[in-house]
Structures are given as C-alpha cells and as structure tokens.
C-alpha cells in the first residue's frame, strides 16, 4: 500500500534546517500543510485548513505533525473522521495547558484532548524539550493510545537539533506504515 505523508509543521512552520523540510524534499508522496499565520496561530483557522487538505487526500496516508500541530491532530480527531487518514506521527508535542512550557499565542489551542485517538499513532519525545515535560508527554501517550518512543536528548526535536533527514525519526515512521498497511 502506497501511504502518503501529511506534514504539519508547528507554531513558525518548520525552517530550512528542520527535519520535516528535509522529509518534504525527500519523500515524493508528501504533501505539506500551509498555514496563513504561522506566529500568531488561531485555532479554528488551522483546523479549518487541514480539514480542506484531508478533503483532497485520495489516499492512505499518515498525519506527520510536530509541536503545535500534534495538539492541531487531536483537535481535528476530536471532532472529524476521515477514512484516508491512517495513522499519525506526533513528535514533540507542545504542552498547549502549560504557560511556563508554551507562548501565550497558542493557548487557543488549550485545553489539549485527551481522547484516544481513531488511527495508530506513535508519540515521540525528548527528554530535555522545554516545550513539554517528559512526564507530560507519557501522559499524552497514554491517553490517546499512541506507542511511546524515547529519543533521549534531542531538545525540541526541531531546526535547532539539527538532526537533517533525521534518520532515527525515519526508521519510527516506517514501523507505524508498517502497522496501517
């Protein structure tokens, strides 16, 4: 089965250095989520636009969203369905609920749902990002039914990790198309 890739960058979108720019380069059956304001980030406009993307997809494919956009994933599951979507990486979620670990501009996006989600997932996290607390994340994980991967010390898992085609997140996201296929 052919699985396409949704990516969904967070709050700034994902800079030339981040991972998700160099996945969106690499794999061909990528599409990526253009948001009309990355900084100053509105809820239910971002809802809305991914909602028109899904519309579109014609086939299988999996949510890669980072930060912001995974608490983007779980509100659009939460209240939308979509037999296309399959699956869902969500790497380093940003606590939405927590003011000492996210900006102002992103508590629209709170409270985060904590309902299990419809669809695999696979819930990635850093031990030192200060967007969330590692416990935080378990707690993510748990409820919405995601497996947990561990990836150490690799802060926000974002541009300033440097991590490039980010073989490890590659190797993470072939075991979840290998479980929707």
């Known amino acids: 089965m052919e699985t396409n890739l ?4 967070g709050l700034g979108n994902s ?3 981040h991972w998700q720019t160099f996945w969106h380069k690499k794999f061909e059956n990528s599409i990526r989520l253009v948001q009309d304001n990355w900084d100053e980030p509105v809820r239910e406009e971002w809802l809305e636009r991914l909602n028109e993307e ?5 086939k299988p494919t ?8 995974v608490s983007l994933v779980q509100h659009w599951a939460a209240s939308n369905s979509n037999k ?27 409270p985060m749902p904590i309902s299990k989600l419809p669809f695999p997932s696979i819930l990635v996290a ?14 993510f994980a748990e409820k919405w039914g995601s497996d947990f991967v561990n990836v150490g010390q690799k802060g926000h898992i974002n ?23």
Do not use: C, M
């Open 6 to 9: 949704l990516i969904l960058p």
């Open 126 to 139: 850093s031990e030192n990002d200060p967007y969330a607390s590692f416990e935080r994340k378990q707690y």
């Open 84 to 110: 296309n979507i399959v699956g869902a990486l969500l790497v380093a979620p940003a606590d939405v609920d927590s003011p000492q670990h996210t900006p102002e501009s992103v508590r629209n996006f709170s």
């Open 15 to 17: 800079g030339d250095k």
């Open 54 to 58: 899904i519309e579109k997809l014609d």
């Open 159 to 181: 541009s300033d990790s440097d991590l490039q085609y980010w073989e490890e997140g590659q190797l993470i996201l072939q075991k979840l198309i290998e479980k929707v296929s």
């Open 62 to 69: 999996i949510l890669v969203a980072h930060s912001l956009a």
